[in-house]
Protein backbone atom coordinates (compact mmCIF):
# COMPACT_ATOMS: atom_id res chain seq x y z
CA UNK A 1 0.00 0.00 0.00
CA UNK A 2 1.04 3.12 -1.12
CA UNK A 3 0.92 6.14 1.04
CA UNK A 4 -0.82 9.08 -0.83
CA UNK A 5 -2.35 12.22 0.11
CA UNK A 6 -6.11 11.27 -0.18
CA UNK A 7 -4.98 8.77 2.04
CA UNK A 8 -3.38 11.30 4.37
CA UNK A 9 -6.73 13.19 3.98
CA UNK A 10 -8.96 10.29 4.41
CA UNK A 11 -7.40 9.36 7.92
CA UNK A 12 -7.60 12.77 8.53
CA UNK A 13 -11.54 12.15 7.88
CA UNK A 14 -11.80 9.51 10.18
CA UNK A 15 -9.92 10.86 13.09
CA UNK A 16 -12.46 13.74 12.74
CA UNK A 17 -15.23 11.22 12.66
CA UNK A 18 -13.96 9.94 15.83
CA UNK A 19 -13.77 12.84 17.62
CA UNK A 20 -17.32 14.11 16.46
CA UNK A 21 -18.54 10.24 18.45
CA UNK A 22 -16.30 10.96 21.50
CA UNK A 23 -17.33 14.44 22.22
CA UNK A 24 -20.35 15.58 20.47
CA UNK A 25 -21.91 11.87 20.70
CA UNK A 26 -21.77 12.10 24.33
CA UNK A 27 -23.85 15.16 23.97
CA UNK A 28 -26.29 13.51 22.21
CA UNK A 29 -26.14 10.66 24.86
CA UNK A 30 -27.73 13.31 27.47
CA UNK A 31 -30.44 14.48 25.59
CA UNK A 32 -30.77 10.08 25.12
CA UNK A 33 -30.59 10.16 29.36
CA UNK A 34 -32.95 13.18 29.70
CA UNK A 35 -35.40 11.41 27.39
CA UNK A 36 -35.08 8.39 29.56
CA UNK A 37 -34.92 10.39 33.10
CA UNK A 38 -36.86 8.65 35.88
CA UNK A 39 -37.15 8.16 39.31
CA UNK A 40 -37.52 10.91 42.20
CA UNK A 41 -34.50 12.35 41.14
CA UNK A 42 -35.57 12.65 37.36
CA UNK A 43 -35.59 16.85 37.72
CA UNK A 44 -31.85 16.41 38.91
CA UNK A 45 -30.92 14.05 36.66
CA UNK A 46 -31.94 16.13 33.89
CA UNK A 47 -29.98 19.83 35.34
CA UNK A 48 -26.80 17.37 35.61
CA UNK A 49 -26.97 16.44 31.82
CA UNK A 50 -27.91 20.16 30.76
CA UNK A 51 -25.08 21.96 32.96
CA UNK A 52 -22.46 19.29 31.55
CA UNK A 53 -23.31 19.47 27.85
CA UNK A 54 -24.55 23.52 27.86
CA UNK A 55 -20.37 24.87 27.28
CA UNK A 56 -19.10 22.60 25.08
CA UNK A 57 -22.26 20.99 23.45
CA UNK A 58 -22.29 23.95 20.54
CA UNK A 59 -18.52 23.30 19.78
CA UNK A 60 -18.40 19.67 19.49
CA UNK A 61 -20.11 19.87 15.87
CA UNK A 62 -17.35 21.53 14.76
CA UNK A 63 -15.69 17.84 14.21
CA UNK A 64 -18.81 17.22 11.47
CA UNK A 65 -18.34 20.05 9.62
CA UNK A 66 -14.46 18.69 9.41
CA UNK A 67 -15.90 15.26 8.10
CA UNK A 68 -17.94 17.39 5.62
CA UNK A 69 -15.75 19.64 4.54
CA UNK A 70 -13.02 17.08 3.75
CA UNK A 71 -15.58 14.80 1.90
CA UNK A 72 -16.82 17.74 -0.16
CA UNK A 73 -13.70 18.71 -1.30
CA UNK A 74 -11.49 15.77 -0.85
CA UNK A 75 -13.86 13.23 -2.62
CA UNK A 76 -16.45 14.86 -4.76
CA UNK A 77 -17.94 12.12 -5.93
CA UNK A 78 -18.29 10.11 -2.90
CA UNK A 79 -19.92 13.11 -1.30
CA UNK A 80 -22.21 13.82 -3.96
CA UNK A 81 -23.57 9.79 -3.89
CA UNK A 82 -23.34 9.97 -0.41
CA UNK A 83 -25.28 13.31 -0.38
CA UNK A 84 -27.65 13.01 -3.26
CA UNK A 85 -29.01 9.07 -2.96
CA UNK A 86 -28.90 9.35 1.18
CA UNK A 87 -30.60 12.55 0.66
CA UNK A 88 -33.52 11.27 3.21
CA UNK A 89 -31.75 10.00 6.43
CA UNK A 90 -29.09 12.96 6.10
CA UNK A 91 -31.92 15.74 5.82
CA UNK A 92 -33.57 13.80 8.76
CA UNK A 93 -30.27 14.04 10.85
CA UNK A 94 -29.67 17.67 9.57
CA UNK A 95 -33.87 18.44 11.14
CA UNK A 96 -32.66 16.68 14.21
CA UNK A 97 -29.77 18.33 15.25
CA UNK A 98 -31.58 21.88 14.41
CA UNK A 99 -34.88 21.04 16.38
CA UNK A 100 -31.77 19.88 19.30
CA UNK A 101 -30.18 22.98 19.04
CA UNK A 102 -32.79 25.25 19.13
CA UNK A 103 -34.79 23.41 21.43
CA UNK A 104 -32.19 23.29 24.00
CA UNK A 105 -31.87 27.30 23.89
CA UNK A 106 -35.49 27.55 23.90
CA UNK A 107 -36.24 25.72 27.14
CA UNK A 108 -33.52 27.27 28.86
CA UNK A 109 -35.53 30.95 27.78
CA UNK A 110 -39.32 29.94 28.32
CA UNK A 111 -41.16 30.63 31.15
CA UNK A 112 -43.74 27.77 32.50
CA UNK A 113 -43.19 23.86 32.91
CA UNK A 114 -45.67 23.08 29.81
CA UNK A 115 -43.40 24.86 27.86
CA UNK A 116 -39.91 24.09 29.11
CA UNK A 117 -41.34 20.41 29.30
CA UNK A 118 -42.61 20.70 25.76
CA UNK A 119 -38.87 21.87 24.07
CA UNK A 120 -37.50 19.13 26.40
CA UNK A 121 -38.83 16.51 24.76
CA UNK A 122 -38.19 17.97 21.25
CA UNK A 123 -34.52 17.92 22.41
CA UNK A 124 -34.67 14.68 23.89
CA UNK A 125 -36.21 13.38 20.89
CA UNK A 126 -34.26 14.94 18.35
CA UNK A 127 -31.29 13.03 20.33
CA UNK A 128 -32.37 9.75 19.42
CA UNK A 129 -33.44 10.60 16.11
CA UNK A 130 -30.40 12.06 14.47
CA UNK A 131 -27.90 9.21 15.56
CA UNK A 132 -29.80 6.40 14.74
CA UNK A 133 -29.61 8.57 10.88
CA UNK A 134 -26.37 9.06 11.19
CA UNK A 135 -25.67 5.30 12.12
CA UNK A 136 -27.98 4.82 9.00
CA UNK A 137 -26.02 6.78 6.68
CA UNK A 138 -22.61 5.17 8.03
CA UNK A 139 -24.66 1.72 7.54
CA UNK A 140 -25.66 1.93 4.27
CA UNK A 141 -22.16 3.68 2.94
CA UNK A 142 -20.56 -0.07 4.05
CA UNK A 143 -23.74 -2.15 3.17
CA UNK A 144 -22.63 -1.99 -0.73
CA UNK A 145 -26.87 -1.57 -1.31
CA UNK A 146 -26.63 1.92 -2.80
CA UNK A 147 -25.28 1.70 -6.26
CA UNK A 148 -24.25 4.06 -9.07
CA UNK A 149 -24.11 3.29 -12.47
CA UNK A 150 -21.99 6.07 -13.65
CA UNK A 151 -25.12 8.18 -14.22
CA UNK A 152 -27.55 7.45 -11.92
CA UNK A 153 -28.21 6.22 -8.62
CA UNK A 154 -29.95 2.84 -9.64
CA UNK A 155 -30.68 1.76 -6.27
CA UNK A 156 -33.15 4.66 -5.96
CA UNK A 157 -33.11 7.22 -2.92
CA UNK A 158 -34.89 4.45 -0.51
CA UNK A 159 -34.33 0.71 -0.79
CA UNK A 160 -30.00 1.27 0.23
CA UNK A 161 -31.01 2.66 3.42
CA UNK A 162 -34.58 1.05 4.56
CA UNK A 163 -32.25 -2.42 5.37
CA UNK A 164 -31.65 -4.06 8.76
CA UNK A 165 -28.10 -3.56 8.54
CA UNK A 166 -28.07 0.53 8.57
CA UNK A 167 -30.62 0.55 11.29
CA UNK A 168 -28.71 -1.78 13.56
CA UNK A 169 -25.74 0.46 13.39
CA UNK A 170 -27.89 3.29 13.94
CA UNK A 171 -29.27 1.38 17.03
CA UNK A 172 -25.48 0.66 17.65
CA UNK A 173 -24.62 4.36 17.21
CA UNK A 174 -27.35 5.67 19.93
CA UNK A 175 -26.19 2.69 22.55
CA UNK A 176 -22.16 4.32 22.00
CA UNK A 177 -23.37 7.62 22.69
CA UNK A 178 -25.74 6.65 25.54
CA UNK A 179 -22.97 4.75 27.37
CA UNK A 180 -20.00 7.45 26.53
CA UNK A 181 -22.48 10.10 27.97
CA UNK A 182 -23.25 8.23 31.61
CA UNK A 183 -19.50 7.41 31.82
CA UNK A 184 -18.74 10.83 31.23
CA UNK A 185 -21.43 12.42 33.70
CA UNK A 186 -19.93 10.12 36.45
CA UNK A 187 -16.58 11.67 36.29
CA UNK A 188 -18.48 14.86 35.90
CA UNK A 189 -20.24 14.09 39.60
CA UNK A 190 -16.44 13.62 40.95
CA UNK A 191 -16.07 15.75 44.15
CA UNK A 192 -19.13 17.33 43.47
CA UNK A 193 -20.55 17.02 46.88
CA UNK A 194 -23.34 19.39 46.69
CA UNK A 195 -25.21 17.23 44.04
CA UNK A 196 -26.81 14.60 45.88
CA UNK A 197 -24.59 11.53 45.08
CA UNK A 198 -27.69 9.54 44.04
CA UNK A 199 -27.58 11.03 41.14
CA UNK A 200 -24.02 9.50 40.70
CA UNK A 201 -25.02 6.22 41.45
CA UNK A 202 -28.17 6.49 38.83
CA UNK A 203 -25.41 7.59 36.20
CA UNK A 204 -23.35 4.31 37.19
CA UNK A 205 -26.39 2.23 36.93
CA UNK A 206 -27.11 3.67 33.68
CA UNK A 207 -23.95 3.77 32.26
CA UNK A 208 -23.47 -0.29 33.28
CA UNK A 209 -26.74 -0.74 30.78
CA UNK A 210 -25.65 0.55 27.99
CA UNK A 211 -22.58 -1.01 28.24
CA UNK A 212 -24.51 -3.87 27.83
CA UNK A 213 -26.45 -2.14 25.73
CA UNK A 214 -23.31 -1.58 22.96
CA UNK A 215 -22.63 -5.17 23.64
CA UNK A 216 -25.79 -6.74 22.46
CA UNK A 217 -25.72 -4.15 19.35
CA UNK A 218 -22.62 -4.99 18.41
CA UNK A 219 -23.49 -8.41 18.36
CA UNK A 220 -26.65 -7.50 16.53
CA UNK A 221 -24.68 -5.02 13.70
CA UNK A 222 -21.69 -8.35 13.46
CA UNK A 223 -24.49 -10.70 12.43
CA UNK A 224 -26.03 -9.15 10.23
CA UNK A 225 -23.06 -7.55 8.11
CA UNK A 226 -22.84 -11.35 7.22
CA UNK A 227 -25.70 -10.65 4.35
CA UNK A 228 -26.26 -6.66 5.08
CA UNK A 229 -23.03 -5.76 4.11
CA UNK A 230 -20.95 -8.44 2.71
CA UNK A 231 -18.18 -6.63 1.24
CA UNK A 232 -17.28 -5.55 4.48
CA UNK A 233 -17.61 -9.26 5.89
CA UNK A 234 -14.81 -10.23 2.89
CA UNK A 235 -12.74 -7.72 3.13
CA UNK A 236 -12.40 -8.21 6.92
CA UNK A 237 -12.08 -12.04 6.69
CA UNK A 238 -8.34 -12.46 5.69
CA UNK A 239 -7.07 -9.59 7.86
CA UNK A 240 -4.68 -10.80 9.99
CA UNK A 241 -5.69 -7.91 12.50
CA UNK A 242 -9.37 -8.80 12.41
CA UNK A 243 -9.15 -10.99 15.90
CA UNK A 244 -6.56 -8.78 17.97
CA UNK A 245 -9.17 -5.61 17.14
CA UNK A 246 -12.09 -7.89 18.08
CA UNK A 247 -10.20 -8.95 21.38
CA UNK A 248 -8.76 -5.47 22.34
CA UNK A 249 -12.03 -3.93 21.88
CA UNK A 250 -13.63 -6.76 24.24
CA UNK A 251 -10.36 -5.95 26.77
CA UNK A 252 -11.38 -2.45 26.88
CA UNK A 253 -15.52 -2.90 26.99
CA UNK A 254 -14.69 -5.66 30.34
CA UNK A 255 -12.20 -3.20 31.40
CA UNK A 256 -14.77 -0.16 31.18
CA UNK A 257 -17.55 -2.21 33.13
CA UNK A 258 -14.83 -3.35 35.83
CA UNK A 259 -14.11 0.05 36.25
CA UNK A 260 -17.68 1.35 36.49
CA UNK A 261 -18.67 -1.42 39.30
CA UNK A 262 -15.53 -0.42 41.29
CA UNK A 263 -16.70 3.22 40.80
CA UNK A 264 -13.46 3.99 39.33
CA UNK A 265 -14.75 6.54 37.22
CA UNK A 266 -12.32 8.30 35.36
CA UNK A 267 -10.53 4.69 34.44
CA UNK A 268 -14.08 3.61 33.21
CA UNK A 269 -14.03 7.03 30.91
CA UNK A 270 -10.70 5.62 29.75
CA UNK A 271 -11.82 2.32 29.11
CA UNK A 272 -14.64 3.47 26.97
CA UNK A 273 -12.82 5.96 25.07
CA UNK A 274 -10.14 3.39 23.91
CA UNK A 275 -13.42 0.92 23.52
CA UNK A 276 -15.02 3.79 20.76
CA UNK A 277 -11.80 4.62 19.66
CA UNK A 278 -11.27 0.88 18.50
CA UNK A 279 -14.55 0.22 17.14
CA UNK A 280 -14.71 3.30 14.55
CA UNK A 281 -11.15 2.92 13.82
CA UNK A 282 -12.18 -1.11 12.78
CA UNK A 283 -14.99 0.43 10.91
CA UNK A 284 -12.45 2.66 9.11
CA UNK A 285 -9.99 -0.50 8.59
CA UNK A 286 -13.36 -2.85 7.73
CA UNK A 287 -14.35 -0.11 4.71
CA UNK A 288 -10.48 0.72 3.48
CA UNK A 289 -9.89 1.00 0.77
CA UNK A 290 -14.44 2.02 0.03
CA UNK A 291 -15.73 5.18 1.28
CA UNK A 292 -18.85 4.05 -0.60
CA UNK A 293 -19.12 0.20 -1.19
CA UNK A 294 -18.59 -0.60 -4.07
CA UNK A 295 -18.66 2.00 -6.82
CA UNK A 296 -16.37 4.74 -4.47
CA UNK A 297 -13.12 4.15 -3.27
CA UNK A 298 -10.47 6.60 -1.33
CA UNK A 299 -8.77 6.73 -4.81
CA UNK A 300 -11.83 6.78 -7.42
CA UNK A 301 -13.02 9.48 -6.08
CA UNK A 302 -10.53 11.59 -4.58
CA UNK A 303 -9.83 14.70 -6.01
CA UNK A 304 -6.88 16.10 -7.59
CA UNK A 305 -3.81 15.82 -5.55
CA UNK A 306 -2.87 19.69 -5.25
CA UNK A 307 -6.92 19.88 -3.86
CA UNK A 308 -5.26 17.49 -1.08
CA UNK A 309 -2.11 19.00 -0.74
CA UNK A 310 -4.18 22.38 -0.03
CA UNK A 311 -6.61 20.46 2.13
CA UNK A 312 -4.33 19.25 4.47
CA UNK A 313 -2.46 22.20 4.49
CA UNK A 314 -5.16 23.71 6.03
CA UNK A 315 -6.50 21.05 8.20
CA UNK A 316 -2.59 21.26 9.59
CA UNK A 317 -2.85 25.68 9.80
CA UNK A 318 -6.66 25.11 11.60
CA UNK A 319 -5.64 22.42 14.14
CA UNK A 320 -3.16 24.99 15.07
CA UNK A 321 -5.71 27.33 16.69
CA UNK A 322 -8.41 24.76 17.19
CA UNK A 323 -6.37 22.29 19.13
CA UNK A 324 -5.16 25.04 21.67
CA UNK A 325 -8.64 26.61 21.81
CA UNK A 326 -10.24 23.52 22.81
CA UNK A 327 -7.72 22.43 25.32
CA UNK A 328 -8.48 26.02 26.88
CA UNK A 329 -12.61 25.42 26.85
CA UNK A 330 -12.76 22.15 28.49
CA UNK A 331 -9.80 23.05 31.06
CA UNK A 332 -11.82 25.83 32.31
CA UNK A 333 -15.58 24.12 31.83
CA UNK A 334 -14.57 20.75 32.65
CA UNK A 335 -12.00 21.64 35.74
CA UNK A 336 -8.81 19.52 36.48
CA UNK A 337 -10.53 16.07 35.85
CA UNK A 338 -10.79 16.65 31.62
CA UNK A 339 -7.98 15.37 30.40
CA UNK A 340 -7.04 12.71 33.42
CA UNK A 341 -6.50 9.61 32.39
CA UNK A 342 -6.93 7.06 35.86
CA UNK A 343 -8.35 8.18 38.72
CA UNK A 344 -6.31 9.75 41.87
CA UNK A 345 -5.92 7.78 45.05
CA UNK B 1 -28.41 47.77 0.51
CA UNK B 2 -25.94 50.07 -0.38
CA UNK B 3 -27.78 52.90 1.13
CA UNK B 4 -28.63 51.31 3.75
CA UNK B 5 -25.07 50.72 4.19
CA UNK B 6 -24.18 54.51 4.24
CA UNK B 7 -27.16 55.43 6.20
CA UNK B 8 -26.28 52.94 9.20
CA UNK B 9 -22.56 54.46 9.02
CA UNK B 10 -23.89 58.05 9.15
CA UNK B 11 -26.12 57.36 12.30
CA UNK B 12 -22.76 55.52 13.74
CA UNK B 13 -21.01 58.99 13.09
CA UNK B 14 -23.92 60.66 14.50
CA UNK B 15 -24.13 58.90 17.77
CA UNK B 16 -20.47 58.67 18.24
CA UNK B 17 -20.00 62.53 17.88
CA UNK B 18 -23.14 63.15 20.28
CA UNK B 19 -21.31 60.67 22.57
CA UNK B 20 -18.17 62.81 22.56
CA UNK B 21 -19.60 65.74 22.88
CA UNK B 22 -22.04 65.10 25.63
CA UNK B 23 -19.71 62.88 27.13
CA UNK B 24 -22.58 60.52 28.13
CA UNK B 25 -24.77 57.76 26.54
CA UNK B 26 -26.17 60.20 24.43
CA UNK B 27 -30.37 60.26 25.10
CA UNK B 28 -31.66 62.54 22.55
CA UNK B 29 -35.18 61.93 21.22
CA UNK B 30 -34.50 62.28 17.71
CA UNK B 31 -31.53 60.30 17.44
CA UNK B 32 -32.78 57.48 19.53
CA UNK B 33 -36.07 57.80 17.48
CA UNK B 34 -33.89 57.58 14.34
CA UNK B 35 -31.93 54.54 16.49
CA UNK B 36 -34.77 52.64 16.12
CA UNK B 37 -35.83 53.21 12.81
CA UNK B 38 -32.77 52.20 11.78
CA UNK B 39 -32.60 48.70 13.24
CA UNK B 40 -34.22 46.33 10.64
CA UNK B 41 -32.04 48.01 8.36
CA UNK B 42 -29.25 45.43 8.49
CA UNK B 43 -31.34 42.76 8.33
CA UNK B 44 -32.89 44.36 5.27
CA UNK B 45 -29.58 44.61 3.62
CA UNK B 46 -27.82 41.30 4.19
CA UNK B 47 -31.04 39.67 2.81
CA UNK B 48 -31.12 42.07 -0.16
CA UNK B 49 -26.92 41.56 -0.62
CA UNK B 50 -28.06 37.22 -0.71
CA UNK B 51 -30.62 38.33 -3.79
CA UNK B 52 -28.42 40.12 -5.53
CA UNK B 53 -25.71 37.67 -5.37
CA UNK B 54 -28.16 34.60 -5.67
CA UNK B 55 -30.82 35.67 -8.40
CA UNK B 56 -27.90 37.86 -10.31
CA UNK B 57 -25.82 34.84 -10.79
CA UNK B 58 -28.23 33.16 -12.50
CA UNK B 59 -28.44 31.27 -15.02
CA UNK B 60 -25.11 30.03 -13.41
CA UNK B 61 -24.98 28.53 -10.19
CA UNK B 62 -21.39 28.72 -10.34
CA UNK B 63 -20.30 31.91 -12.81
CA UNK B 64 -19.52 30.85 -15.92
CA UNK B 65 -18.64 27.27 -15.23
CA UNK B 66 -21.80 25.39 -14.29
CA UNK B 67 -25.29 26.62 -15.21
CA UNK B 68 -27.70 26.16 -12.19
CA UNK B 69 -29.98 23.64 -14.56
CA UNK B 70 -27.12 21.06 -14.32
CA UNK B 71 -26.45 21.47 -10.93
CA UNK B 72 -29.96 20.69 -9.57
CA UNK B 73 -30.24 16.92 -7.87
CA UNK B 74 -31.35 13.99 -9.83
CA UNK B 75 -33.73 13.39 -6.56
CA UNK B 76 -37.42 13.84 -7.27
CA UNK B 77 -39.97 15.11 -5.31
CA UNK B 78 -38.11 18.25 -4.68
CA UNK B 79 -41.05 19.71 -3.22
CA UNK B 80 -40.83 18.00 0.18
CA UNK B 81 -37.97 19.11 1.16
CA UNK B 82 -38.46 22.63 -0.01
CA UNK B 83 -42.01 23.09 2.34
CA UNK B 84 -40.63 21.32 4.82
CA UNK B 85 -37.60 23.72 5.34
CA UNK B 86 -39.97 26.37 4.89
CA UNK B 87 -42.17 25.48 7.65
CA UNK B 88 -38.79 25.06 10.13
CA UNK B 89 -37.88 28.32 9.35
CA UNK B 90 -41.39 30.08 9.64
CA UNK B 91 -41.53 27.44 12.62
CA UNK B 92 -38.37 28.99 14.33
CA UNK B 93 -38.96 32.31 13.58
CA UNK B 94 -42.13 32.47 15.41
CA UNK B 95 -40.87 31.52 18.39
CA UNK B 96 -37.54 33.33 17.98
CA UNK B 97 -39.54 36.11 17.79
CA UNK B 98 -42.31 35.46 20.38
CA UNK B 99 -39.54 34.28 22.99
CA UNK B 100 -38.09 37.54 22.00
CA UNK B 101 -41.81 39.70 23.17
CA UNK B 102 -41.78 37.43 26.23
CA UNK B 103 -37.85 38.84 27.09
CA UNK B 104 -38.86 42.41 26.79
CA UNK B 105 -42.13 42.34 27.92
CA UNK B 106 -40.24 40.87 31.31
CA UNK B 107 -37.76 43.98 31.14
CA UNK B 108 -40.58 46.23 31.36
Known amino acids: MELTVELVSAACMLAALLAYVLLAGADFGAGIWDLLATGPR ?74 QQRWGSLFSIASV ?39 AVGAFAVAIFAFLAATYVCVELLGRSQIDPAVQEDFRRRALVAAAAVGVAAAVTWLLARSGAPAIERNLS ?26 RYVLARTCA ?73 | MVGFGVWMLAVGVWFALAAWRSGAVPIGRRLLKTIVITAPMGFIAIEAGWIVTEVGRQPWIIYGVMRTAD ?13 TFSLVFLLLGTVVTALLVQQVRKVR
Not at chain 1, 249 to 256: F, K, M, S
Not at chain 2, 71 to 83: E, N, W
Open chain 1, 42 to 115: RQLQRDVLAHSVAPIWDTNHVWLILVVVILLTGFPSAFSAIMTALRVPVTIALLGIVARGSAFVFRSYSHGNAS
Open chain 1, 129 to 167: VTPIMLGVVLGTIASGALRWDGDTYISGFFAPWCAPFPW
Open chain 1, 238 to 263: GQWWKWPLQIATAAAAIGAIASLVRR
Open chain 1, 273 to 345: VIQVTLIVGGFGAALFPFLVVPDFTIASSAAPPVTHRLLLAAIGLGALLLLPSLYVLFRVFKGRRAFAVIDEE
Open chain 2, 71 to 83: AVTPMPGLITPLI
